[in-house]
């Protein structure tokens, strides 16, 4: 789905990827769940390109329904995959803490879970080789996307600012539609291994300039940095 001149949105308010498209070929944020790579073509071919145009994938962070379909990409097709060097571990072996679930309700729960399933997520493959990028990173790829390091999530959350886009993609750092209870609007995610950093972590989010900001989980929100940043705070 087209967002904004070249800003496309993979899956849904459920679990959610991007594309940046540029004349140079394509970068994509996040690869979702397994079951997105079906998504991926049926957007790739509205744009009259195939997986060979995507130069590089750039993960937010490594956990398993950000990472579905890179461990394809980066095999049959040769796409590099960054990921901040703090989640390379957990890019590559699905290695994490234990997080307690928090708030939950049963019907928006089974809808992520049967969501999750649907699109192949007890299949995912985690990722054999990555580019580990750090804080601050300007990304020789289409958009020059620019990586700012926002620990909390997982240690290697990161931001993803793309100026050309006039977006910044936030993976897990915030949600805007919590999978477990089905609350709207900006706030706190759930899975969390740190949720004190996550939220210092904001100040940083705050300090961007764009038009959008693009959770993982949730409607793309149309606002600045800085008032989702609040609206978070405000929300906890």
């Known amino acids: 789905m087209k967002l904004a001149p070249h800003l496309h949105r993979l899956g849904n308010d459920v679990v959610a990827c991007y594309l940046i498209d540029t004349d140079e070929g394509i970068t994509l944020v996040d690869a979702g769940l397994p079951g997105h790579w079906n998504d991926l073509q049926r957007e790739l071919r509205t744009l009259g390109k195939t997986a060979d145009d995507i130069r590089g994938l750039v993960l937010t962070h490594g956990d398993s329904d950000h990472i579905g379909f890179a461990e394809r990409l980066r095999h049959d097709h040769g796409v590099p995959v960054f990921v901040h060097a703090a989640d390379a571990v957990r890019t590559r072996t699905g290695e994490k803490p234990k997080t307690a679930m ?135």
């Open 102 to 236: 928090g708030p939950m309700r049963v019907g928006p729960t089974v809808g992520f879970f049967s969501y999750s399933i649907r699109k192949n997520g007890m299949r995912t493959k985690y990722v054999s080789e990555v580019v580990e990028v750090a804080d601050g990173d300007t990304l020789d790829l289409p958009g020059s996307p620019v990586i700012v390091q926002m620990p909390g999530h997982s240690p290697g959350s990161v931001a993803v600012h793309v100026p050309l886009a006039d977006a910044v993609f936030v993976g897990d750092a915030l949600t805007t539609r919590h999978v477990l209870t089905g609350r709207t609007g900006p706030q706190p995610a759930p899975f969390t291994d740190d949720p004190a950093e996550a939220i210092a972590s904001l100040e940083r989010l705050a300090q961007l300039k764009a038009s959008w900001v693009l959770p993982g989980h949730g409607a793309p929100w149309n606002a600045s940095p800085a008032e989702v940043a609040e609206a978070v705070r405000q929300a906890r």
